[in-house]
């Protein structure tokens, strides 16, 4: 039953008494559609209203208590970005346009059929990113002229940074998709230096000169001024796409993520991706994170940069601690993006029933967080007592050693 029908429903249930408003009924009316209200504040909606937004936003409609101020809007849905659809996948992006306070980072979510190429391309902003599924092989030249090519998979990562040229093309059988994260706020995905693009835009006999051969050569150059995405016969095993004579990167620009011990606890895990483990990584560091059912991404800061986090699996609400009595909930969803700006306390709390993993992406060549429980329990007992007039059982229960992911 939709929301509309559940109102008819109510109204004829006021007017004609046909039902009896039994605790059961009430139960599952107020589950159906939330109310903005808890007691002493706040009262029903009548609509109009979203109703399934109203669900999937319990923080918004009904914030807890703690939230008050006025923070910006710190989360945007990739489900809100527009659809680039093209010949041979599709792409979407939010960045500052979509979120404001977005100004360090910008973040694209693309999808290549199996066989289906991003275009040779190159632009100015680092590109860092996180494969979601299904396998793909991406090429690259470094500044000294030596070449990349490798074949990656969900979990991977990759890392072009500014000016590297490279391509990504969908494997068999059925493509991939990916995330990702560009060092500018303002980056633009559908403005990025193509080759097609270059060839139609370069007089023939300047091709000609160029490469050493006649300019009539370049009379056959695509129609249409950029390719983008679009379908191409699916290569042969990765030896066969090794340039002879050519010489390979000193550096990878992949990095397999999952293949790493993690940072382990009794309610999740972490993976750290930064310049330290991924060496060509200078700007983007990131964690991976998993929170069991329950768990919590502990009460945290960042100092080198505003956090730009993607669920990929599973549903959060992120509370975020502004300072000058300053605090925020807000409800993620799987495809959903969270931003903190620098130095801002936040927590992520798993509020589904399966698990929940998102990745934290910085504008940094390191990761590093401060924990609160961990500054409690490296200060003098008695100082931090005198701020907080703590319970005894919560002085005894600080951690010396950080966690990540609590409970431990
Ligand atoms: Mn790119
Ligand atoms: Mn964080």
Redesign the pocket.
Known sequence: MDFLSRRRMLAATAAGGLLTTSATARTQLADAVPQPQRPGRGGTDPGPRNAVRDRQNADILVPPATDHGSLPNLRFSFSDSHMRLETGGWTRQVTQRELAVATSIAGVNMRLNAGGVREMHWHKASEWSYMLYGTARITAMDASGRYFVDDVAAGDVWFFPSGVPHSIQGLGPDGCEFLLVFDDGNFDEDNTFMIADWFKHTPNEVLGKNFGVPGSLFDHTPEESQRYIFPAPLPGPLSSDKIAGGTPVSKSFSSRLMAQDPIRTASGTMRISDSTVFPVNTTTAAALVEVNPGGL?EL?W?PNGD?W?YVIEGQARMGVFAGQGQARTFDLQAGDVGY?PVAMG?YLENTGTGPLRFL?TFKSPYFV?FSLDTWMALTPPKLVDAHLDLDPQVMNALRKTKAPVVPT
């Open positions: 991404r945290h960042h956090e986090l903190i936040h934290e967080d």
